[in-house]
């Protein structure tokens, strides 16, 4: 059985999309649009805010009915038996591999988070001192891919390798660039980079 569609935009007659925002908040714009059909034959349209990256899909899982919304990076459990969000997720996503027949590794700009094959988060590692993640692939149970390492900037290439032992969750960075600042935020550093000091 069907269980959604993703539309084009929303739909210009019938019943409205619904805003899949939490209690209380305003949103108005169009989002990411997608057709919800429920085991009862019924059927309603969730209307999800864009988050800030161009990552955009819908994930179902084989031990679950939920389904995980992906809009502009942003993360949404719905179950399409209920027009609510059962749980937000702040991922600002920018690449999703799947992994192990169902689950999912979702990376932002500054973390990689493991979904199990219900929906749910099981793990996130943080990638401090990151502004961007690419080019990850899995490869015997080990997570790799590169971080902009913003401490890095001086350098040609300021895409640092890492690699996550998907059991441990042990973070190993390759060559990473050698800070002079190490108890300053980034901020600080680069004010301190600006001004010369």
Not at 25 to 34: H, I, P, Q
Not at 43 to 56: A, H, M, S
Not at 176 to 190: D, F
């Amino acid at each position: 059985m069907k269980r959604y569609e993703v539309l084009k935009g929303l739909p210009p007659y019938g019943k409205p999309a619904i805003p899949m925002v939490p209690d209380g908040e305003l949103f108005v714009s169009e989002g990411f649009v997608v057709k919800f059909y429920k085991e009862d034959g019924n059927e309603w349209i969730g209307n999800f805010p864009k988050g800030v990256t161009d990552l955009f899909a819908v994930r179902s899982f084989d031990t679950s009915q939920l389904l995980l919304i992906i809009s502009g990076g942003d993360g949404y459990l719905i179950d399409p038996n209920k027009a609510e969000v059962l749980k937000y997720f702040d991922y600002m996503a920018t690449e999703m591999l799947e992994w192990e027949e169902g689950k999912l590794i979702l990376a932002s700009y500054d973390s990689v988070t493991a979904i199990d094959k219900s929906g749910h988060v099981v793990w996130k590692v943080n990638l401090d001192g990151s502004d961007g993640v690419k080019d990850l692939y899995i490869d015997d149970h080990v997570l790799f891919g590169k971080a902009y390492d913003i401490y890095g900037y001086e350098r040609e290439d300021p895409w640092v390798v890492f690699y996550v032992d998907l059991t441990t969750q042990e973070l190993t960075w390759v060559d990473r660039y050698s800070r002079s600042y190490p108890n300053l935020s980034w901020w600080q550093v680069l004010y301190r980079k600006i001004l010369g000091i």
